[in-house]
């Protein structure tokens, strides 16, 4: 397979607050430190400090706020193959929306590459903003994908679940993960790793080396990694299925089979595997089989990643610095056999007339499936780069001006070369010449007529070009007895074109793209305040600092804003740290958002809220010129203690009222069982209206991808505006808390164990201005009430062993009637590392180090949800919620010298 997808892309497709800061446990990515301690092999040396979500904090974490912060060793010992993987086991990260294998929610039909992104709080895919080493990235204009870095070019992952705008502009509404490139790397580092699935259904294998080298004015680092995932196939696994009457469900089965199903005066009847004159035919019968059979639940991928960092210090006071990054994900995903109600007139000569039938034509539910029809497959590419040269200056007075130039591009890539010809269906279906028709019945069809049918492209190419211009100055502006009072100010500026391509049609139809540019330019100030510090410490207040922040954004599409930010922190006792921070947030849509990634209408399979088999509608792309900025407002308080030694406990309250939250439902399969949410809107329309609606556009000369059920429009009763809108207001309330103690056994043996947890306290949505606030709290597709994440890790002498549970609350599907309780899902899972250096005092393998792991080590199937099988993910289980691939074990090792 893994050649087929060489060979398919060469020829075709051309090129908050988080967690707590104290978490200590390198068991898991989810149970993180505060502080991460260098690898053995790199040196403790002095690099520039950065904290993310603000300029002038001199903490680990911004003043009011706290930061999960993965480091190296963190990532490493995760056992995950990228860095997005890494990211998604926080139990504050929600898998909505972006996402490789669900894409049925807000941002999923804009994800045509299946990569994914970083969704806190599941507040929105593109409501946290992802940088590299503290600056904006390139992305193909919809969301950034954190595995365009290897995971060994990483020194450390900072994740802030707090609003930042008034820090970095547009995006960080939810929050700021800052990915900072690896500076401190003095060796060379190696890895190879390979995982399989309990039942060889899925693998995965990596490999990757790094090389850094530090001097007296500076370091250089490159690291470079290559991935590559199978596929993993829904007929591979029982739950994903349409009769789930075994598991106490729906028959979700459709009567669109091969054989198929005759329908005919009004009754249906099950065809034999060769239906010829003569046959006895049953009415009242029909064949039922799976929509979406061979559909795959997680696509095959290959990445290949490099990035690299320098610093140089030309004098002691003037330095200059780079990252840069070159990625390619190469992507390939096996889609259902396609399937249709085809009318079959008496003209045609493979055309049976059933006893007793005196029509002129009938209808066939039919599938396309046999050696003949070509393999339905989406494939492409997402490809970017970047360079980011930078200055750093030291100033009189402790002052420092830092500039920085970055250019990138990206350049992704979607196409599909095997969609049904409608024109060429209908005519195959009404010739009378054996030779040009297509036979229904005994796959009598020529090859040549079904290559002819099977010949329709959908080509979609996205090309973005970002450069980013940055000049900031920060450093103290006098002394107060509480401490140091900073100041940060500074400019920024991004040009960003992006050409959104598509061709769709005859193969010989042309990649026409449309181009949009837009401009921002930002100015931004920062002050910190020390009220209370060492000097002037007194009962009740150890310590006391003010942060105050403002920015300025001017769009050239989407107007100005300004925002602000302030947070707090006050120690009124040794070991106790209050918190809290209030801002202001805006997000600017995205180009695709306001002029749509196509305009089409698709025919698509719905979710029945009523049961039965899935209910075939209509849903509209394109343009929304009207869509306006989201804006959103943050607040949060919260503790962090250590009551005694190694015992660190961290609480945070967290509220986000987020206004004109910009939505699309073109990827939302499941819409109708939400569908009197949308009462008055027009996002949904039934029977007539839905016809008229459909009509409307055809005559705009909007096309039509997919056929209508019998080649009328009259058998269509269900249209859906998937296009981008603001909604009126969503509000998010919720605690974040850790608990984790380290125990000293011995000499070289530690035990560290740790428990974080989200707990979602509210979730309210109104679906349009007007509507009222429903509560969407704890139901399937939406923010779950409680996910967390459990570890224990002992060093003990050379073994260094893992055991983790994550797990995910129960929930309720309301897509079903009656509605349904979902079970918890809790894998767990255990590692082991052996560091034969260390176990045998060879020098020479003092860096080589072998690991064991097993992930869902008791085989825990997704809990059983009550779902038809979707083409954008889920389908007897739920895809934003568990992890299809069963139990699965690697091996792996690791060098360093």
Not at 197 to 209: K, R, T, Y
Not at 638 to 667: C, H, K, M, R, W
């Amino acid at each position: 397979m893994k050649a087929n997808l060489s060979a398919a892309l060469l020829a075709r497709s051309g090129s908050a607050i988080a967690i707590a800061a104290a978490m200590l446990a390198a068991s898991s990515p989810a149970l993180a430190q505060a502080v991460t301690p260098a690898p053995v092999q790199d040196e403790d040396v002095e690099d520039a400090i950065i904290v993310t979500g603000s300029r002038v904090s001199q903490g680990e974490a911004p003043v009011g706020a706290t930061a999960v912060i993965l480091g190296q060793e963190e990532i490493a010992a995760s056992g995950n193959v990228t860095i997005d993987r890494v990211i998604k086991e926080l139990p504050q990260v929600f898998d909505l929306g972006v996402s490789e294998n669900s894409r049925g929610q807000a941002g999923g039909s804009g994800n045509i590459t299946y990569g994914n992104s970083v969704n806190l709080r599941g507040i929105g895919p593109y409501a946290t903003l992802v940088l590299i080493d503290g600056h904006r990235v390139v992305n193909n204009s919809r969301s950034t994908d954190p595995s365009v870095l290897p995971t060994l070019g990483v020194e450390r992952v900072e994740v802030v679940a707090n609003g930042a705008s008034a820090i970095y502009g547009s995006d960080a509404v939810a929050g700021v993960v800052n990915i900072i490139p690896r500076r401190s790397l003095d060796g060379f580092e190696a890895f190879g790793r390979y995982g399989f699935s309990d039942d060889h259904a899925f693998d995965e294998w990596s490999v990757g080396a790094a090389g850094g080298i530090r001097f007296d004015r500076g370091q250089l680092m490159v690291a470079y990694e290559h991935v590559e995932r199978s596929n993993l196939n829904g007929d591979d696994r029982d739950f994903f299925t349409s009769d789930q009457t075994p598991f106490g469900g729906n028959d979700y089965r459709v009567t669109r089979c091969s054989p198929g199903t005759l329908v005919a005066n009004g009754a249906t009847f099950a065809l034999p595997v060769n239906f010829t004159a003569g046959t006895a035919l049953q009415a009242g019968t029909a064949n039922r089989c799976d929509a979406l059979a061979g559909q795959d639940l997680i696509p095959e991928q290959r990445y290949d990643s490099v990035n690299s960092t320098g610093t140089f210090e030309l004098t002691d006071w003037l330095e200059v610095f780079y990252d840069g990054f070159y990625s390619k994900r190469n992507f390939r995903r096996l889609n259902a056999n396609p399937s249709a109600r085809l009318t079959v007139p008496q003209t045609n000569p493979y055309f049976v007339r059933p006893a007793g039938f005196t029509g002129t034509s009938y209808q066939v539910d039919y599938a396309f499936v046999g050696p003949q029809i070509p393999t339905q497959e989406s494939f492409g590419s997402a490809e970017s780069w970047q360079i980011s040269p930078g200055v750093r200056v030291q100033l009189p007075f402790d002052w420092e001006l830092e500039g920085l130039v970055a250019y990138g591009e990206t350049h992704d890539f979607s196409g599909s070369y095997t969609g049904i010809n409608n024109a060429a269906l209908n005519a195959a279906l009404t010739s009378t010449n054996p030779a040009t028709a297509f036979d229904p019945f005994g796959g009598q069809t020529s090859q040549s007529v079904i290559d002819g049918i099977f010949n329709q492209i959908f080509l979609a190419p996205t090309d973005g070009q970002l450069t980013f211009y940055e000049v900031g100055a920060s450093g103290p502006l006098f002394q107060l007895p509480g401490g140091e009072v900073r100041a940060a100010f500074g400019y920024e500026r991004q040009d960003f074109t992006v050409d959104l391509g598509v061709a769709r049609g005859a193969p010989t139809n042309p990649i026409t793209f449309r181009t949009f540019d837009r401009t921002v330019d930002s100015v931004y100030g920062e002050l910190l305040v020390p009220i209370f510090g060492p000097e002037n410490a007194m009962p009740g207040f150890q310590s006391l600092e003010v942060v105050a922040a403002i920015r300025y954004d001017s769009y050239s599409d989407a107007g100005d804003t300004t925002n602000p930010q302030f947070g707090i922190n006050w120690e009124p006792i040794d070991r106790l740290t209050l918190r809290g921070s209030y801002g202001t947030s805006f997000r600017a849509p995205t180009i695709p958002e306001i002029y749509g990634n196509s305009n089409n209408l698709f025919v698509q399979n719905y979710q029945n809220p009523a049961g039965g088999a899935p209910l075939v509608g209509v849903a509209l792309s394109g343009p929304n010129l009207d869509l306006g900025p989201e804006t959103a407002e943050t607040w949060s308080v919260g503790f962090d203690y250590e009551p005694i030694d190694d015992l660190n406990l961290s609480l945070t309250y967290f509220d986000v009222s987020y206004d004109n939250q910009v939505s699309a439902n073109l990827s939302n399969l499941t819409i109708l069982g939400q569908e009197s949410q949308f009462a008055g809107t027009g996002v949904i329309l039934r029977g007539a209206a839905a016809r008229a609606e459909i009509q409307r556009q055809i005559d705009a000369g909007v096309g039509v991808l997919g056929a209508f059920p019998g080649g009328s429009l009259a058998n269509i009763d269900v249209f859906v505006d998937g296009r981008s809108r603001n909604l009126g207001k969503s509000i998010t309330r919720g605690f974040d808390a850790l608990i984790n103690y380290r125990m000293d056994l011995g000499a070289n043996d530690v035990v560290r164990l740790s428990a974080s947890g989200t707990y979602l306290t509210d979730y309210q949505v109104a679906v349009a201005p007007q509507a009222d606030l429903l509560d969407q709290l704890n139901i399937i597709f939406q923010p779950l009430k409680f996910k967390a994440r459990f570890a224990v890790n002992w060093d003990h002498g050379p073994f260094t062993s893992r055991l983790s549970a994550t797990h995910v609350g129960g929930y309720t599907n309301t897509l079903v009637t009656p509605n349904q309780e979902v079970d918890s899902y809790t894998p767990v899972d255990f590692s082991i590392t052996y560091r034969i250096g260390e176990a045998f005092g060879f020098d020479r393998l003092s860096g080589l180090e072998l690991t064991g792991e097993v992930r869902n080590m008791f085989d825990e199937d997704p809990p059983y949800v009550n779902l038809a099988p979707s083409g954008n993910g889920s389908g007897g289980y739920d895809a934003t919620a568990a992890n299809p691939v069963g139990r699965f074990f690697a091996v792996g090792a690791r060098v360093r010298f």
